[in-house]
Each structure stands twice: as C-alpha cells, then as structure tokens.
C-alpha cells in the first residue's frame, strides 16, 4: 500500500488550502484513513480521521469548525479541507492509513500505511 500526499504550500493566515492523499495499492475502502501533521521541534499530532465508511470523521480541538475531512472510495482518494488557517496550523501534514479502522482513530499506532508529508507554511 502506497500514499502519497498532495497539496501543500504557503498561505496566508485566514486563508484556504486543500491537502489530497491518493492511494494505490489496495482498495480505499479497506481503510479508515487520517491526517497527522508534525510541526518542527514538535511530536506528530493527529489532526482529522474518517471511517472507512465516510460516515464517522473525527477532529482535534484545534481545527474543528476549520477543517473538513472527506473522502472517495471511487477515486482512492482522502481529502482535507483547510479553512481560515493560523500560523499555527504550519507543519509537514500526513496521510495515513489504518486497515478496517481497527484501534484509535487518533493514536499513530493505529496506522500502519503512511505517506510521505506536504508542508503547509502559514505566513503572511
């Protein structure tokens, strides 16, 4: 199983960015998928999850209201919609994946597919 992630860049505060995460390899829908992000000098923290299912997302404090997280099976694709970013919300963001949402949905340990990180730099 391969992510890779697309869709960094510099924006400015108040701003919007939209992050993608395509995987081959094996179906989406085998998957409960997340995004962790790791700002410099920081651990990895969890940002947002969805269910295999696409019925169930989850979101850290930080970015509810902000943030949306989605997904299509169809196109083995996972999305995460960033709105209104804060300087903040700079970090290498994650894509990962976890098989038949098995464990926490906000635990790293969860995940055993990981891709290799876009960097959202929020600056004005």
């Known amino acids: 199983v391969q992510l890779q992630a697309f869709g960094g860049g510099l924006v400015r505060p108040a701003g919007s960015l939209s992050l993608s995460c395509v995987v081959s390899g094996q179906t989406l829908s085998n998957f409960g998928m997340g995004w962790f992000r790791q700002a410099p000098g920081k651990q990895r923290e969890f940002v947002a999850s969805?269910?295999?299912?696409?019925?169930?997302?989850h979101y850290t404090n930080s970015v509810k209201g902000r943030f949306t997280i989605s997904r299509d099976n169809a196109k083995n694709t996972v999305y995460l919609k960033m709105n209104n970013l804060e300087l903040e919300d700079t970090a290498l963001y994650y894509c990962a994946a976890r098989p038949f949402d098995n464990g926490d949905y906000d635990n790293i340990r969860s995940y055993d597919y990981w891709g290799r990180g876009t960097l959202v730099t929020v600056s004005s």
């Open positions: 969805i269910s295999w299912s696409g019925l169930t997302p």
